[in-house]
């Protein structure tokens, strides 16, 4: 469904990305490991043009989207969850969802608030309660939420879990298990190993913007040495 090859990108004079491969097939979970500085955040501006790839390119079935604006790559069916969540902490998580809206998709069943509440159920009691007043954890599941009332056929998910107390990142965990078994492709990047281990199909592991390992994440899990020389800190 997405194939990026080679991709290089720069902030100003500095060379971030050096020629980044990955493929992720319909209804999987692809996961971006590396430590600090990997490149992994970086690899998702680029995809979604935020960060515009100096060489390279970026397909979604099989249609390039490197070089086009943000916007018209989220027309596309990209949905980005950036780690900043960038919510609207004046509106209320109703009307975060209804700034998302987003016209069905040919094909996919539509998001809707029902829906959303029904993924995540903690959100349900405060539709009318100020983005500002929520916990970390119920920003982060906001965020999501309101990405998904684009109805996005790819969804982008960088750090999810970052500053998240356990018991939210098991809930989270379980979310994105719930969304991949509804189909939805998911691009996640990631520091928990755990939370990588619940979720994802396949995992390409980066470092200084190269990638060093591509495969199953069962194998990756398997392989100690391989965690220990990319991952560890």
């Known amino acids: 469904m997405l194939r990026v090859e080679g991709l290089h990108a720069h902030y100003g004079r500095a060379h971030i990305l050096h020629g980044v491969s990955l493929a992720l097939a319909k209804g999987e979970v692809l996961c971006l490991l590396g430590r600090n500085g990997a490149g992994k955040s970086t690899t998702m501006k680029a995809i979604m043009g935020l960060v515009p790839p100096s060489a390279g390119a970026v397909l979604l079935d099989e249609r390039e989207l490197a070089g086009q604006p943000p916007h018209a790559i989220a027309r596309l069916g990209l949905g980005y969850v ?14 975060n969802l209804e700034v998302g809206r987003r016209p069905p998709r040919a094909g996919l069943q539509p998001w809707s608030a029902d829906r959303i509440f029904a993924l995540f159920p903690a959100l349900a009691t405060m539709r009318q309660r100020a983005a500002s007043r929520m916990s970390g954890g119920e920003q982060q599941m906001l ?16 750090e999810p879990s970052e500053g998240l107390a356990p018991v939210v990142v098991e809930r989270m965990a379980v ?57 560890s800190v």
């Not at 939805?184 to 390992?213: C, T």
């Open 143 to 158: 965020a999501i939420a309101r990405t998904l009332m684009g109805n996005p056929t790819l969804l982008l998910l960088d």
């Open 82 to 95: 950036p780690e900043e969540r960038r919510i609207f902490a004046g509106l209320t998580v109703s009307e």
């Open 175 to 231: 979310a994105v298990a719930k969304l991949k078994a509804e189909g939805l492709s998911i691009l996640l990047s990631e520091q928990n190993l755990g939370f990588a281990a619940a979720v994802a199909d396949q995992a390409v592991v980066l470092e200084s913007g190269s990638v060093r390992h591509t495969g199953p994440m069962a194998e990756l899990m398997r392989d100690a040495e391989l965690r220990a020389k990319f991952l």
